[in-house]
């Protein structure tokens, strides 16, 4: 177990604050070999010793590249994976290992929104079946009494009242997701976590199924783990983000902070490459382009996994301590952290920015000469992962 693991997440928050919270959580998923004998030759470390805690009634924005652990963690949490080691406590109780009844009863009480409703939704239930279903399931109610509950939750997400007895087919890809959300809704969940759910949308529809979850997250208190590749539309719902690298978070802050002052170079990356609607300050910003494949999560880099494309790191000098040491997620100022052994010369604002424009001008595609550097219309070149406008899935 690295030193990462036993790590404490940073938080002012007491126990009665807190809804959900892991505790080291691992889920490995094994790599076997053979045919006959299946043997066991290694393991991909999907989510590798995560502590987060996620409030009552906010909503923790989750991000990182394609690959990085964001939907295991979210699996895990709501008990559709088994946890490998560390611990799940929700409302207090600890869930990583129940079964039966008592896995039923919490299931009731955290839910799970997907990116493609298309898929989580029946094609021959009719929405209103598709509703009931669960209602009747958990008793929540039966008879008329359940109708009616169908017919509020439709009316609740913006559906027209003869959804009820149309099916997923007929409706547009934001219907759809609406319907994903009444459902989720049916068992008045405390707990939802929304994976990708706008990101198959178009932005305008986006906007709106954002401004739906915000709604009703007022509306019931709900709490949410708000996972997206989008980093602007994760800042507009979310209260405090947490930023994953390679089963690891590598970032934990406000919203609005880590937006202002990441303090972790991965993420520094990432901010820099979400367009600004502005074209006049877009053409003079520099971006910072992520040079090196993405490591395998089967076989992550010795020390900071972050070192094999760490552009801090090189304006550093290259320190041994990277390959070598592990870093924690320290708490820099109170309630942001970050996983650096040199997070301190990003804190202040001169030194950060001169650091940032530095190595920017190494990697920006815009000034770099050709031989290092590829164009993002251009595709990346052999021996390096280009972040253009959507810095999570280029
Ligand atoms: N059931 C599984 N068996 C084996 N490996 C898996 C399984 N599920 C996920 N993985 C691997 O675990 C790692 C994390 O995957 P995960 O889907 O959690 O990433 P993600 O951050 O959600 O990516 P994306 O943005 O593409 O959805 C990946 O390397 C993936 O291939
Ligand atoms: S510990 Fe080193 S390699 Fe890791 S993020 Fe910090 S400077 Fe980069
Ligand atoms: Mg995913």
Known sequence: MSAAVSTPPPSTSTAA????????????????????????????RAVDG?????RRGETLGLVGESGCGKSTFARAVI??????????????????????????RIRRRMQMIFQDPYASLNPRMTIGSMLAEPVRLHRIASGAEAEKRVKHLVELVGLPRNAINRYPHEFSGGQRQRAGIARALAVQPEFIAADEAVSALDVSIQAQIVNLLSDLQR?????YLFIAHDLSVVRHISDRIAVMYLGEVVEL????????????PYS????????????????RRKRMILRGDVPSPANPPSGCRFHTRCWLRRELGDPERCTTETPELRELVPGHAARCHYAEELLGRDRREKLVEVAASHSDPRDADEETVTAPDAGPAEDQTVVPGDPLHP
């Open 17 to 44: 604050d807190v809804l959900l919270r892991t505790e080291g959580l691992q889920v490995h998923f094994p790599i076997t070999q053979g045919l006959i004998i299946e043997r066991r030759v290694g393991a991909v």
């Open 50 to 54: 995560v502590s987060l805690e996620v």
């Open 79 to 104: 008990r559709l994976v088994d946890a490998t080691a560390g611990r799940i406590l929700f409302d207090g109780s600890d869930i990583t290992s129940l079964h039966g009844d008592g896995l039923r």
């Open 219 to 223: 509306e019931f208190n709900l709490t």
């Open 253 to 264: 802050s406000l919203s609005k902070e880590l937006y202002d002052r990441p303090l972790h």
């Open 268 to 283: 520094i990356a990432l901010v820099s490459a979400v367009p600004i609607p502005d074209p006049k300050v877009e053409s």
